[in-house]
């Protein structure tokens, strides 16, 4: 399932790159800590993956 916007991609990239051990859990706020927190390695990659040109900055 791909994000819907650009503000869901980068929460996902984020709260991948912390689950990965690249950045610390302590970095993360708001809908990426939530992120990191209830989804898997592989829901994150699908979340944060493709294009962002044409969606919109922040889902409706």
Known sequence: ???KSKAQQKAAGA???AKRG??????LKGASKQ????????QLEDFAK??????PEHAD
């Open 15 to 17: 709260a991948l790159s």
């Open 22 to 27: 690249d950045t610390p859990r302590s970095k």
């Open 50 to 55: 493709g294009s962002t040109k044409g969606k």
């Open 1 to 3: 399932m791909p994000a």
């Open 35 to 42: 992120m990191a927190n209830s989804m898997s390695e592989k």
